[in-house]
């Protein structure tokens, strides 16, 4: 008798400026990969055209910056966008989802950085998401200095990498406050060099891998 392939698993990875979620995003690919787990790898705000053109109007340092509001809109569009071309399919075919930041990303930078409600954060969550959540969530917690300083000498600093350091304390209050007491959350110190924090990693992910088919 076939096996039933289950819905694939939806994994986050979430934290500062600077802290390693693209290294380690390539580290779980070579993961899934050797371990013949089909996956699609994305991100936020972007993974389809529409959400990568609102990424581009959200990140641009040209022109006015837009109001909260508008900011909070044009992320939760984009979420909408995302989840209905890519991560609701790939899940519902048995396709894991790796997405580089999703909604805790929203409660740390618009909720707990710009002091936006985060009751309405809540509701465009409830509208848009429609009860989808994680099922995993990776935290790499890093000190924003340490985090700006890393980004700084990869690329040119983008919209919000300019924000001063008392924003990036706050979205780190933000993300370690969501985590706290939340099993979906697994927090790793983003400190350690990169071979440890891709042992954590294996370690985090192996229970996971377990149980699937991967035929
Ligand atoms: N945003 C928002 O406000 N609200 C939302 O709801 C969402 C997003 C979804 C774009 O995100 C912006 O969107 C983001 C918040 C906002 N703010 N900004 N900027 P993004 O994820 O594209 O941007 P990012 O956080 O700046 O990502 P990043 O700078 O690419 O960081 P990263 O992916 O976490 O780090 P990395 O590229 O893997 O590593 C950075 C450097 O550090 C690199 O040179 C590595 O080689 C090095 N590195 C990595 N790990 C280590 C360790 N362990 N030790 C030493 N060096 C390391």
Known sequence: MATLRSEGKFITLEGGEGAGKS????????LLDARNIPFVQTREPGGTALSEALRSLLLTKEGPA?????????IFAARAQHLHEII?????EGTWVLCDRFTDATYAYQGFGRGYNL??????????QKGRHPDLTLLFDLDPGIGIERARKRAELDRFEEEELAFFERVRDGY??????????VVIDAAQPVNVVQRALQKTLEPYFGSEFHG
Do not use: D, W, Y
């Not at 290294?23 to 070579?30: D, G, K, N, Y």
């Not at 837009?66 to 044009?74: K, Q």
């Open 66 to 74: 837009p109001s909260v509001e508008a900011e909070l809109l044009m």
């Open 176 to 185: 370690l406050t969501r985590a706290k007491g939340n099993p979906r959350f």
């Open 119 to 128: 009751s309405a954060i809540e509701l465009l969550e409830q509208m848009v």
């Open 88 to 92: 609701e399919p790939a899940l519902a």
């Open 23 to 30: 290294t380690s995003r390539e580290f779980i690919v070579e």
